[in-house]
């Protein structure tokens, strides 16, 4: 419960910008009312706030609960504009801001979901663990051992690998997000909302210091 209000039975703005196919969608009372989906690799901000323009239309003057952002495995650039979307809609609205795995849900439990993460390596998510980030020879062994996997990759990618997969081209969605949040207990929602909005890190950000401060140059 929140404000008296049960989860299913809340406005919700979800936007999904991990992968170049991105998606926003209002959630009103626990349906969704409005839904559209984009394509772009480094202009989300084009198309995300035109989306936002008209989900805030619709909403028109009832309470905005959440805003949900698809935090990734995925687009570090996509995922920043739309929690930067996502702080500056809630802070005038009053709403939370979420960040939810974007592969929340979508697959089955007994079914991991992978991407390429470059550098040799393989983002593995299992559901109920922490994002992992394994080599080639590691996620070979893992399946060898039973796991069993689909990907938000096409089959080309993972066959240069040796890699098969159940499924190929998940992709994630804003109303996926909203079905995920929804799913969720009263204490998975009350820790994620306890925890800063951020994108997901599948390594620890590389950080450089520059040559010159900006004095010097």
């Known amino acids: 419960m929140d404000n008296g209000k049960t989860h299913k039975h809340m406005n919700i703005i979800a936007i999904e910008t991990s992968l170049p196919q991105a ?20 202009n989300h901000d084009s198309f995300l706030f035109p989306a936002l323009k008209n989900a805030l239309e619709i909403l028109g003057n009832n309470t905005l609960d959440y805003v949900i952002v698809g935090a990734g495995p995925g ?14 809609i809630a802070t005038v609205r ?3 801001v979420v960040a939810l795995c974007s592969w ?14 470059r550098r040799g390596g393989w983002t593995v998510y299992r559901g ?10 590691e996620l070979q062994q893992s399946i060898t051992n039973g796991l069993r996997i689909c990907t938000v990759e096409n089959e080309v990618a993972l066959s240069k690998a040796g890699i098969s997969a159940l499924q190929y081209n998940l992709c994630p969605t ?10 969720l207990t009263d204490e998975e929602r009350a820790n994620l909302e306890s925890k800063p909005a951020e994108p997901i890190y599948v390594r620890p950000p590389h950080i450089t210091e520059a040559k010159r401060k900006p004095w010097e140059v």
């Not at 998606?23 to 772009?40: E, R």
């Not at 804003?174 to 799913?183: K, P, R």
């Open 23 to 42: 998606s926003l969608c209002l959630s009103k009372d626990g349906a969704v009312v409005f839904s559209t989906s984009w394509n772009a690799i480094r």
């Open 75 to 88: 687009s570090y650039g996509g995922v920043r504009v739309a929690l930067a979307a996502a702080v500056g």
């Open 94 to 96: 009053a709403a939370k």
């Open 104 to 117: 929340h849900g979508l697959a089955a439990e007994d079914v991991a979901i992978i991407s390429d993460a």
């Open 128 to 137: 109920d663990t922490d994002i992992q980030v394994l080599s080639t020879e």
């Open 174 to 183: 804003a109303s996926g997000l909203v079905q995920a949040w929804q799913n």
